[in-house]
């Protein structure tokens, strides 16, 4: 079965044609990185317009390079939560007009399920129960997780997500957005342990996060207690300070993001540990990761590189498994930002 799907929850906007579940035979995604680079960070109204420019040439482009019609599209899947509502709205709109156009079923994604399903589209699936961290720009939590369809929530962040906190350094830092992949790469010239940074809740029995105090602390130690947004922007550091800040910046989030993982996972008696989402890109929590988990013989699965940041790969897949399963939507299907 051939699903097309579709994703604008954020800044990018993609679509992909995947066969039951699995196959992937097109993923296209259109970065508006460069776009948003201009202002530090995503501006909401901007990603929609962008979104409406690039929506039906990123349709087209998943079917060309699939090597399909239109009317080979069996069910159209689409994310509707959670995300920038004005961004939803433009992909939930144009999945509704695909689905009418070719009276095709309509199926409803979320955002956050989806990067989890990319555990499943990695060379050994997952066994269940597992344990999944969704790492992104909008959220970190854990789940206990069942199966594709089935998680329940054990905690997440009360502030800055990991993303967002990667994001906010690297403009303090003035590192270039979107702040992850700046910081990793400046983090490998630096010590990680130049700097003692705060480790929130690190040893702590619940499954919550806090990211906003480290993001705080990088900022004081960088430029002083009452600095401004003047001072972030006229700031000038050494390579070598940069580097430093970067690499303990880092070595805390991974700390942290390990430790409450492997804690959840020991309480919770699960056999498996998932990691989705953007900030699964990065390497040292890649391989951190992977040595606390073998070291507690738990089996750890990555969504592949390819599929930890935003795409509609995981959409389409996701999808087969909930039409199976019968969900179903109807024309009124509404964009929901949580
Ligand atoms: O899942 P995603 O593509 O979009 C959201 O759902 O938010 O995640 C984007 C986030 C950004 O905050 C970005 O800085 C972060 O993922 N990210 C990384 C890396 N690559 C992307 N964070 C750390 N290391 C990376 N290599
Ligand atoms: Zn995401």
């Not at 097109?26 to 776009?35: A, H, L, P, Y």
């Not at 906190?165 to 403009?171: E, H, I, L, M, R």
């Not at 700046?182 to 929130?200: S, V």
């Amino acid at each position: 079965m051939k699903i097309l799907g579709i994703e604008s929850s954020c800044d990018d906007t993609a679509s992909a044609i995947v066969e039951d579940g699995a196959t992937i035979l097109s993923s296209v995604v259109s970065s508006q990185e460069d776009i948003h680079a201009a202002f530090g960070g995503i501006v909401p109204e901007v990603a929609s317009r962008k979104h409406i420019e690039n929506i039906l040439p990123v349709v087209d482009k998943s079917l060309s390079d699939a090597g399909a019609k239109l009317a080979d599209i069996e069910a159209v899947a689409v994310c509707n939560r959670p995300g920038l509502i004005g961004a939803l709205l433009i992909g939930v709109t144009a999945a509704k007009a695909l689905s009418w156009a070719l009276e095709a079923p309509l199926i409803d994604v979320d955002h956050l399920q989806a990067h989890i399903y990319g555990a499943w589209m990695a060379d050994e699936p997952p066994r269940t129960p597992a344990l999944s961290l969704v790492v992104s720009g909008g959220h970190t939590s854990l789940y206990r997780t069942e199966g594709p369809l089935e998680h329940e929530l054990l905690g997440s962040t009360v502030d800055d997500a990991a993303g967002e906190a990667f994001d906010k350094v690297a403009n303090i830092l003035k590192l270039s957005f979107p702040g992850g992949p700046a910081i990793e790469k400046a983090a490998r010239n630096g010590n990680p342990r130049a700097l003692g940074l705060p480790r929130t809740w690190i040893d702590a029995e619940h499954s919550n996060f806090s990211f906003s105090g480290l993001k705080t602390a990088v900022l004081y130690h960088c430029l002083g207690q009452n600095a401004s947004k003047d001072d972030i922007k006229n700031a000038r550091y050494r390579p070598g300070f940069v580097a430093d800040v970067a690499a303990s910046f880092q070595e805390t989030v991974v700390d942290v993001l390990v430790r409450k993982t492997c804690i959840a996972a020991e309480k919770t008696g699960v056999h498996s540990v998932i990691l989705g989402g953007g900030v699964a890109a990065n390497s040292l929590l890649r391989k951190r990761l992977s040595e606390e988990t073998a070291r507690r013989g738990l089996q750890l699965v990555m969504a592949p590189m390819g599929l930890c940041r935003d795409n509609a790969a995981t959409i389409a897949a996701l999808a087969f498994h909930l039409y199976r399963a019968g969900t179903r939507s109807g024309l009124d299907l509404e964009a929901r930002p949580s």
